[in-house]
């Protein structure tokens, strides 16, 4: 097998017009897919986005608590393991294109109690089925985009829910800032409300969308996993080579399975040296993404830029639209480098970064806190930051963290494995929103930041350590890069000595 795969290139021949059209026609269908499996993901981001500023009308509206702030912003994430883990299962079942609809559908009935909800009570049930439906999306979106994709573009396609996150978290804040100005009772629904349209355009999308290749082996229907790879590859000679790797890998993790008599998630759980290594790289890295603060800054962002010296609601909103859009203006380089430089390179700038903009942060709020530093300055210093932090998380570690777990996986387990992953990211996350407020009352903003710098710090460490290369490689030849101990470690290999036939049962 080579070790990279070649741009799609147009043959010499009589149809050479043809097959050029057909290329070019196959990528903006790719794309086009990517985009409609993505669409969940905007649920994810306007949730994070909007629930910023609903926090501040519901507390005055429905008279809640601090720590029931923290439920309510936190919850999202722990419930979203329920989604998470049922999408590996249910994806396996019933392919990942109805699973992407049913996420859908069960986000917009949460999105739709917590409209109307009359109490705390009756708006933590709404926020609990939205999790669910939230959870679901992120799992599926990410696997069903690396599969249908060329490994040329998988690194930028396979971005595509980060983008959509992000422009999501964009629409929140928007969102916040446009609706603040009707009374309490009724703005933050309004807010909430609109988070339900992006879900309606899904019943559309799955009119575009086929189902993946890689799942239609596994169900032994290689004539329909054929036609759909031809419309992705847009060459019937490529369709045929990619079918005889898909159907290798699928045979392979096939006789594995009959040779453990093991179940899927029983590998997992006790897993070989290789998908040891593969799930330290795809769990730690979905875990650094969230314990590094993101959320927290996300979610907390008035908060902490009150802290910093705004004191206006309309204000605070409109600065949480600059940290919004920063946000969503990075993730589109990110996706325009990740398939050019590589993974580990944007991994290095974007966790060296931030620990450079948490640092500081926390310095910042930590002097305004002890009047050593004007409240003008301080605001500056806390703008400049928080931006930095948020721009330098969406070139790397946003993107790429669901990209790796998504494409590092072999076949057999890659849905439930990358639900793991899923799961990982949003129990960390819970983590870091259901305690921030009040870490931050013990310790102060400032020594909450400080922490988050001292993790992020040990991130860089860990992308040295754990994250190899995978630019340019398919998803079977990525099984045999995990084979090898020593590319593992962080160095270079050539993949064209290495098979990866049954390398997962190593």
């Known amino acids: 097998m080579d070790a990279q795969i070649p741009e799609e290139t147009t ?12 290329i070019k026609q196959s990528r903006r269908y790719v794309i086009a897919c990517a985009v409609f499996a993505s669409l969940n993901s905007v649920l994810l981001g306007y949730d994070v986005g909007v629930m910023s500023g609903c926090i501040l009308f519901i507390q005055k509206d429905l008279h809640i608590t601090e720590v029931q702030q923290e439920i309510l912003v936190g919850c999202l994430s722990f419930i979203s393991l329920v989604g998470s883990l049922a999408a590996g299962r249910t994806s396996d079942a019933i392919g990942r294109k109805w699973t992407i609809a049913l996420a859908a559908v069960i986000f917009q009935a949460g999105a739709a109690v917590m409209t109307f909800a009359p109490s705390f009570t009756v708006l933590m049930v709404g926020r609990l089925l939205a999790g669910v439906g939230i959870g679901f999306g992120i799992m599926i979106a990410p696997v069903y985009i690396a599969e249908i994709s060329p490994a040329v573009t998988r690194g930028s396609l396979s971005s595509f829910p980060e983008i959509f996150i992000n422009v999501g978290i964009l629409l929140g804040y928007i969102s916040n800032y446009a609706f603040s100005g009707l009374s309490n009772h009724i703005n933050w629904r309004v807010m909430l409300a609109v988070g339900i349209l992006p879900s309606v355009f899904i019943g559309f999308a799955l009119l575009v969308i086929p189902e993946s290749p890689r799942w239609l082996v596994l169900q032994n229907r290689a004539e329909e996993a054929r036609s759909v790879l031809v419309k992705i590859v847009g060459s019937e000679e490529e369709a045929t080579e990619r079918l005889a790797e898909i159907e290798t890998a699928a045979v392979t993790a096939t006789a594995g399975k009959l040779e453990s008599a093991k179940p899927v998630w029983s590998e997992i759980l006790n897993p070989s040296p290789v998908l040891r290594r593969m799930l330290i790289t795809g769990l730690g890295i979905q875990c650094f993404q969230q314990i590094t603060g993101i959320d927290a800054t996300v979610y907390y962002s008035p908060t902490i830029l009150r802290t910093a010296g705004i004191k206006s609601d309309n204000k605070l909103l409109a600065a949480t639209i600059a940290i919004g859009f920063t946000k969503t203006l990075f993730i589109l380089i990110a996706i325009l480098l990740i398939d050019r430089v590589g993974r580990k390179p944007l991994l290095y ?23 050593l530093v004007s409240t003008p300055a301080g605001i500056a210093v806390a703008m400049v930051t928080v931006c930095g932090n948020v721009a330098f998380f969406s070139v790397g570690m946003g993107p790429i963290s669901w990209v790796m777990g998504s494409e590092i996986f072999p076949l057999r387990v890659r849905a439930q494995a990358a639900a793991l992953g899923t799961v990982a990211n949003r129990v960390s996350s819970g983590l ?13 903003v400032g020594g909450t930041f400080f922490i988050f710098g001292v993790l992020s710090a040990l991130s860089v460490a860990f992308m040295y350590r754990f994250v190899p290369e995978t630019r340019g490689k398919n998803l079977e030849q990525i099984e045999a890069l995990f084979g090898d101990e020593g590319e593992w470690e962080g160095k270079e290999m050539e993949l064209s000595n290495v098979k990866y036939e049954g390398i997962v049962n190593k």
């Open 11 to 22: 043959e010499e021949n009589p149809n050479g017009r043809v097959d050029s059209d057909r």
């Open 432 to 444: 870091v929103a259901m305690s921030f407020l009040s870490i931050c009352n013990a310790i102060s």
């Open 349 to 371: 700038v974007s966790t060296i970064g931030m620990t450079i903009c948490l640092f500081g942060l926390a310095a910042s709020l930590s002097l305004l806190d002890k009047g």
